[in-house]
Structures are given as structure tokens and as C-alpha cells.
């Protein structure tokens, strides 16, 4: 099991791992000056780039939306996964074997090495795949897509390939690579005879199957040749890399767009979510070979931020009798959201991709509008199979709809869907369902009327009830293999970055001439350090800074120490010595850009910004004691006038050496 990874880890890796370089993955980047750059921030939608990164510093910030943090918090938001997997998928990129606490362990040395060997060999099989797509053995392939409204464009923005016929196709392109034998077993992409190993995937068109980070970890494979004895759909088998249960197709794809409009469509097949994302609905992706379950949720919560802030998932189903059971199967895992969940159902039958052949995009976006609450339909869809008409009928169809109620777990939603099914049914007195939603309850759990409601699974109460094969129970939702409440806990501290200024220290008003002259200041001794002398770090400590919050930082860059450590780590120890709810404004100091293009520039700009900000606080020294002096009556007080005298001269003196030096 997992352990916390040690904190001297986490920092060498976040100390050695390039951040443009990461950055450079997600977003184009152009010099902005002396060691900064800018480009389009990929948290937000901009036309002017806003979104500043400093690799010597380790930081990035965008000016516009405030997000910012290191190269850890980034690949955490960009990949949308915990912090100790951010970590441990950067030090996997430098070959940084990392320890835990505790006397946990992570992922090994040569099971890394060997996940990237897997990783590698998808990646080629991926390309080889493309290529042979354009091949005049790829006719077929070719022709099925353009069947389906799917041009060259779209097959490569998809990734879409082709197997050719034969048995070794992909195996010696592979062993041309480098590749072993033994290490190509694990790939899932041959089966084994008594001759040896041989290509899995022959004669068909083939999807990559991605995960959230964009790696190839499988392939998905349709049938194109009558003589293929095969499947209609043939996909990787489970390996070290492929897990049916927690990939979903076209996430990688996907995944920004379902964070940022805050909804999930799940639909049936790789064509399906082809023509949705074809079609503008780009927050579609299709499960692979199993039903959405409970590992699929957990990828769909960190995407949506299903903290009870609002988001929906929406699943599309065929309108036969199996497109109904698969509705009614997702009726359990539903009740692990917080987000609303809905079903879309097209009456014809057609799935999305042939409503967009028959009836063109807008016909994809009105199944997804004409969605049902996923808690209606399953109490419709019960109700569907008796004739309300009668009394016999009504009658069974509270007898059959009351488990299905009973099995909602929200008990405001479960009274208030109480209340529908009196109205559904024609029923004068809703009491009369209340009553039947009660006794089932009571009949699934066995226990007495005043014990706990709602803690036997949905699907479980519908087949109790006597719902029959359209009411399925869904997957167990089995805790997945993550690191556990303490490292959680643990990834929340060593990870978040603030969002915005506290009420605690208002935001500095930038008209303000001393507070300009203070963040100026900080810029300076934030970004370069190096610039500051033993005597520039003491006159730093004992200025008095005017603003809360600018104060806080200086506080927070004293009990860091003189730089000494690389510029990431003396950054990350200042970061930990202010308040929480200040460190993005450190970082938006780390980032904002200078008046500089040359070294000799920047070099004379900031010793022009420390020797303003040293003198301002001699000037307002001596205003102190100049009062002072005034105030004081030298026959009275002779000894202390002298010294106030002596510290004016003094004060001069220290006003004279800076701009000596200067």
C-alpha cells in the first residue's frame, strides 16, 4: 500500500522537472522577456495571452483567470488527478525513484521503466496503425468511415488506423523497434500460439484508447472483413495499462470541455462519440466493453468537481429494450453524485452517430436537450409495462414502482418523487404512495420502520421488487487503488494554490504610490534574489512595509533566508511561510513580468527599484525623527536630543551611499 511520499522527494522532483518543458505539452509558449514566457492560458478562454510561466522560478500564473502553483499543481489541474499522481508521473519522466513514509511503497524502479516500454510500444503501434489507414489494403476501413460522415480530418484528430491482414504486420514493425518478444506479451496487442506470438488485431479499423493524460494504453478494433471469424468489437485485453473499468474513450479528448461546462455525455461506441465531439457536444466519451461503474465515476468526479456545486452527467441509450436496461443499470451508480444525471433516449433507435448522418449536428444536440432525469425514467420506464387504465394496472404499477422509489437515497428527492408517482398513476391521495414507498422500503432492509432507509443498492430494490432483466444490478463500487484519506489529506496542503485575495488583506489599490513602489520591490527581490548583497538583504528586512498583505510577504521572504537553494526551492519555502490565502499572490509576484529585454537592464532595474524602496524608507525615518526633534526641548532632554541628531546624520549618510551607489 501507499505511504505519504517524503516531502524532500516531492521537492527535488518539483526542483528537477523543467516546467516549460511540461507546460510546452499544453500550451505555445513565446519569450516574454528575460527568462518568462506567455502563451493563451489553458484555464481559461483568452485571445491575448495572460498566462505567464518563469522556469527558474518554477511558477506559473495567469493574469487573467489568477490560476497559478508549480509544475506538480499544473500537470495536477491539466491531467485532473491527485497530487501524489502528479508526483509520482513527474518522477517517473526524470527517472526519480521516490520514497514513502510510513513504510509504504510506490510504484518501482523497474515497473516504472517497464510502464514506459508498454507506453512507447502503444504510442508506435499508434502511428504504424495511421499510416497503414492510407494504405490501398485499408480500402474498406476508409469506406466505413465515409459511410459514417467521417473525412480524413476527422480520422486523424481521432487517431483512427487500420490492422492490415496477416499475422506479423504490427509484430515486426515492433521487433524493427526494439522491441522483445516478452515485453510485446504484455501489450495486449498479440495472442500466442504454438508457433509463438502474432498480431491480436488483423484486417480492422482501429481506435486508440487513451487515457486522461493522452497516453495510448489499448485499442479498440471493428470487424471489416466477412471472413473475419472474429468479434464485431474486439478490444485490448486487460493488461498493467488497460483497465476496461476505468478508461473511457475519447476522455483525453474530452476532458477539459466536461471541466469546464461541467457536464458528462456517455454514449455507446467509438463512432458515437466521434460524432458528437464532430457534432460540437465535446464533452461525450463511451465506455469500453463494460458499463459505467463505479472506477468510471470517480474519473467523472474529478473532471465535473462533483462537490455539490452543480454539474450533470447525462447517459444515451438506444431506445430498444437493451438500451433500457443499460439506463436503468446506471440508476444505481447515479446516487454516487452529486451532480444531476439524466438520460437521453431516441425513440427511433438511432444512436448518435446515425442521427447525425440522417439529420445532421443539430439533431445531436437535441437528443442531449430533450434529456429525462435519470430517477423519472426508471419510475416511467417501471410504470411502461402495465395498463394504467385499470384498476389492476395501477395497482401493479404501484407495486412495482414503490422499490424503485424506495431505493432513492436523498430523502427530499425520495418524497418528492413519491409525490410524482401519486400524479402518474391518477392517484387522489399521495399518501396512499407514501405508504407503499415505505413498506418497500421496509421489505428490502428486513428491519423495523424507525431504522435507517436507502442503504440497499437501487438495483437491488428493483430485482426485489420483481423489476426483471431491465433493472440489472450495477457494478461494485470497490474503493480504487488511490492513496488513501492520509495522502488525500496530504495532497490537499502540499497542493492547492489560493484562489484570490482574502478579506484579510485587501488587494493592494495600484493607483497607491507606495504600494506600487512595495510590489515593485517584491517583484525584484522575488524573481532575483541573486541581486541583493548581505547588506541589501538587511536594509530589506528592516523596511517597513505600508500594505497587510505586501507586509505578510515580506514577513514570509525574511523567514525564508537569503536565497541560497535553487530559486524553485527558496520560492517554495516563501510560499510556505505565508498565510495559506497569500500564496497566489507570491506567485502572481514570482510571474509578473519586468521592464526589461537585456541583462545590463534588468540588472540596472532592480538595483534602481531596491535603492527607491531603501530610500523611501530613509526618507520616512528621518521624517519621524525630524518631528521628534521638533517636539523636544534640548535644555530639558540634551542627551537624547544628540542622539536623534546623530541618527539624522546617520540616516543622511546610509541616503548618500545609496545613491553613491547607485
Not at 547 to 571: D, E, H, K, M, T
Request: aromatic letters at 8%.
Amino acid at each position: 500500500m501507499a505511504g505519504l511520499i517524503r516531502r524532500e522527494d516531492i521537492d527535488e522532483v518539483r526542483t528537477r522537472t523543467d516546467l516549460k518543458e511540461m507546460v510546452d505539452a499544453y500550451v505555445t509558449l513565446k519569450s516574454a522577456g528575460i527568462g518568462s514566457w506567455k502563451g493563451l492560458c489553458p484555464f481559461h478562454d483568452e485571445r491575448s495571452p495572460s498566462f505567464h510561466v518563469r522556469p527558474q522560478m518554477g511558477y506559473f500564473h495567469c493574469f487573467g483567470c489568477q490560476e497559478s502553483g508549480d509544475v506538480i499543481s499544473f500537470i495536477q489541474k491539466m491531467d485532473h488527478i491527485t497530487f501524489s499522481e502528479a508526483v509520482e508521473k513527474l518522477a517517473a519522466k526524470i527517472g526519480y525513484e521516490l520514497r514513502y513514509e510510513d513504510g509504504g511503497t510506490g510504484p518501482r524502479r523497474e515497473d516504472i521503466g517497464r510502464r514506459q516500454r508498454l507506453l512507447d510500444a502503444h504510442k508506435i503501434a499508434g502511428e504504424f496503425f495511421r499510416a497503414q489507414l492510407l494504405d490501398p489494403g485499408a480500402a474498406a476501413g476508409r469506406q466505413f468511415l465515409a459511410e459514417r460522415g467521417f473525412d480524413r480530418a476527422a480520422a486523424e484528430h481521432f487517431g483512427v488506423g487500420f490492422a492490415p491482414k496477416g499475422w506479423d504486420a504490427l509484430l515486426k514493425h515492433l521487433g524493427g523497434r526494439g522491441f522483445n518478444h516478452e515485453e510485446l506479451k504484455l501489450t495486449g496487442m498479440f495472442s500466442e500460439g504454438s508457433r509463438g506470438i502474432y498480431d491480436r488485431f488483423r484486417g480492422r479499423l482501429m481506435w486508440p484508447i487513451r487515457d486522461i493524460a493522452g497516453d495510448t494504453v489499448g485499442f479498440g478494433a471493428r470487424k471489416l472483413f466477412d471472413d473475419d471469424q472474429g468479434p464485431k468489437y474486439l478490444n485490448t485485453p486487460e493488461t498493467t495499462l488497460y483497465k476496461k473499468s476505468q478508461v473511457l474513450y475519447g476522455i483525453d479528448l474530452a476532458k477539459r470541455s466536461i471541466a469546464s461546462k461541467r457536464q458528462l455525455v456517455v454514449v455507446e461506441g467509438y463512432t458515437d462519440v466521434m460524432a458528437c465531439h464532430l457534432a460540437g457536444v465535446d464533452t461525450a466519451v463511451a465506455t469500453c466493453g463494460t458499463a459505467f461503474g463505479a472506477d468510471h465515476i470517480k474519473v467523472a468526479r474529478r473532471l465535473l468537481s462533483d462537490d455539490g456545486s452543480g454539474g450533470e452527467v447525462v447517459f444515451t441509450f438506444d431506445g430498444d429494450a437493451a438500451g433500457q436496461k443499460a439506463a436503468l443499470k446506471a440508476f444505481d451508480e447515479d446516487q454516487r453524485f452529486t451532480a444531476q444525471t439524466y438520460v437521453a433516449v431516441e425513440p427511433s433507435g438511432a444512436d448518435p452517430c446515425e442521427l447525425r448522418q440522417r439529420k445532421g449536428d443539430e439533431a445531436v444536440h437535441a437528443l442531449i436537450r430533450s434529456r429525462r432525469p435519470l430517477f423519472e425514467f426508471a419510475i416511467r420506464s417501471t410504470l411502461a409495462k402495465f395498463d394504467l387504465s385499470t384498476v389492476e394496472g395501477r395497482v401493479s404499477g404501484l407495486r412495482e414502482s414503490a422499490p424503485v422509489v424506495a431505493a432513492i437515497r436523498d430523502g427530499s428527492t425520495r418524497m418528492g418523487y413519491s409525490q410524482e408517482l401519486a400524479g402518474w398513476l391518477g392517484l387522489a391521495d399521495p399518501n396512499e404512495v407514501l405508504r407503499a414507498v415505505k413498506n418497500a422500503d421496509r421489505k428490502a432492509h428486513n428491519t423495523p420502520q424507525h431504522e435507517t432507509r436507502g442503504r440497499q443498492r437501487p438495483a437491488e430494490a428493483m430485482a426485489g421488487a420483481g423489476a426483471r432483466a431491465a433493472t440489472g444490478a450495477g457494478p461494485n463500487g470497490q474503493p480504487g487503488a488511490g492513496h488513501g484519506a492520509a495522502q488525500e489529506r496530504a495532497d490537499s496542503t502540499q497542493g492547492d494554490i489560493a484562489a484570490g485575495m482574502p478579506s484579510g488583506f485587501a488587494r493592494p489599490d495600484p493607483r497607491d504610490p507606495q504600494g506600487r513602489m512595495e510590489r515593485e520591490a517584491l517583484e525584484v527581490v522575488l524573481q532575483h534574489p541573486g541581486y541583493l548583497s548581505a547588506g541589501n538583504w538587511q536594509h530589506f528586512a528592516a523596511t517597513e512595509f505600508v500594505n497587510a498583505a505586501y507586509r505578510a510577504v515580506q514577513g514570509g521572504i525574511v523567514a525564508a533566508g537569503q536565497a541560497q537553494q535553487s530559486s524553485v526551492q527558496w520560492l517554495e519555502a516563501v510560499r510556505a511561510a505565508v498565510p495559506p490565502e497569500l500564496e497566489q499572490l507570491v506567485a502572481e509576484l514570482a510571474l509578473s513580468p519586468l521592464p526589461a529585454t537585456r541583462e545590463d537592464t534588468l540588472a540596472r532595474y532592480c538595483r534602481d527599484i531596491l535603492r527607491r524602496l531603501f530610500e523611501l524608507q530613509i526618507t520616512r525615518l528621518k521624517q519621524e525623527r525630524l518631528g521628534a526633534l521638533q517636539r523636544m526641548d534640548p535644555a530639558v532632554d540634551p542627551e537624547n536630543y544628540q542622539l536623534l541628531q546623530r541618527e539624522l546624520m546617520e540616516l543622511e549618510t546610509a541616503r548618500r551611499q545609496l545613491r553613491g551607489d547607485g
